[in-house]
């Protein structure tokens, strides 16, 4: 029995590889083994290798066409940011390391900043740019992040579809204690809080987990999931969770805004399907809003009291007016 053959990672192969992938994005019309050969200057059983190592080790999307007898790119947005980096490649990763900083604890913060000097030094190398890009060109700040562990955080994702992790969360609701083993489904950040998605065997039902109240999570070995990971439609309750995580009373709002809090918002999205009319220009602005949960909108609103004219449905105005109340309540016994 013969082994087979591992695909060649030389360091001429795998610069070869890289030379090709330039090449052929540039030139989309394809070249043949001979002309790349004569490009990259190196023999032409190097490009039958680094063109096998392309597709075996980097999937590359590559077709021989055999009546012209050249090799194509079918993508030409194809590319590997860690050993082909252009500089567009670097300034993307430079902005999400902001968005990152503010909610990352100092070890993955410190991961990321290596990664943009590796690609950094990477495109100097092949001389793509002359100006570098700084990891710092790029700042980001935020009200609502809070920090996460990037080892909890690497527990979760590695188990994401495939493991089952016993959790320990803290429940700001309750303010008590409990003990989960979950499925995880997926992560998201939301507003700057990174929230899980996972079916909990022990509610028996899929649950939404706030990930900085978990204190700890351990990979129970040998298990594996037992329910399948919903579709995208379906994974975070039927709707999309990028603009509401909570599940209460869900509606429609609509809102009339005045001033300067309406132009401030005027280019807030606060969800995809929101409709803004303007009615009076500049100055009174109109929001039909589709939310998911009626009191974490309610929480929302607070931060446009100061321009709020009206709030519709009653359900919504009423969940305003009684945490208004309430604050007003517990200021007026502190202040007795």
């Not at 032409?44 to 590559?62: C, F, I, N, S």
């Not at 990352?104 to 890009?133: C, F, P, W």
């Not at 990891?135 to 935020?142: D, Q």
Request: net charge neutral.
């Amino acid at each position: 029995m013969t082994r087979e053959a591992k695909p060649d990672s030389s360091r001429t192969v795998q610069e070869t590889a890289r030379f090709i992938l330039r090449y052929l994005r540039e030139n989309g019309e394809g070249a043949t083994k001979e002309t790349l050969s004569t490009k990259a200057g190196v023999a032409g059983v190097t490009v039958q290798r680094a063109l096998k190592y392309m597709r075996e080790e980097w999937d590359a999307p590559l077709e021989f066409v055999h009546a012209s007898k050249v090799w194509k790119l079918l993508d030409d947005k194809f590319t590997l940011p860690l050993t082909d980096p252009d500089p567009e490649d670097l300034a993307a990763v430079v902005f999400a390391s902001a968005l990152l900083q503010p909610v990352a604890d100092a070890e993955l913060n410190a991961r990321v900043k290596r990664l943009v000097e590796q690609m950094d030094a990477a495109i100097e190398e092949t001389q793509k740019s002359a100006s570098k890009v700084r990891p710092k060109s790029v700042t980001a700040t935020m009200t609502t992040g809070t920090r996460v562990d990037s080892r909890l955080v690497s527990k979760l994702l590695q188990a994401v579809g495939s493991g089952v992790v016993r959790i320990e969360y803290d429940s700001p609701w309750s303010g008590t204690r409990k003990t989960h083993d979950v499925e995880p489904w997926q992560l998201r950040l939301h507003d700057g809080v990174m929230y899980m998605r996972a079916f909990s065997r022990t509610t028996g039902d899929a649950r939404s987990f706030r990930v900085a109240q978990i204190v700890h999570a351990r990979v129970l070995p040998g298990q594996t999931p037992r329910e399948a990971v919903p579709t995208k439609n379906n994974l975070w309750g039927g709707s999309e969770p990028g603009y509401g995580i909570d599940s209460d009373r869900p509606g429609v709002a609509t809102l009339r805004v005045r001033g300067g809090v309406a132009r401030w918002i005027a280019n807030l999205v606060w969800d995809p399907g929101q409709e803004d009319k303007w009615i009076e220009p500049g100055e009174l602005l109109e929001r039909k809003v589709p939310y998911h949960s009626c009191r974490e909108f309610a929480r929302r609103l607070f931060t446009i009291v100061d321009g709020l004219e009206s709030i519709e449905p009653a359900e919504l105005r009423e969940e305003v007016v009684s945490d208004a109340r309430a604050f007003l309540d517990r200021l007026h016994i502190a202040q007795a």
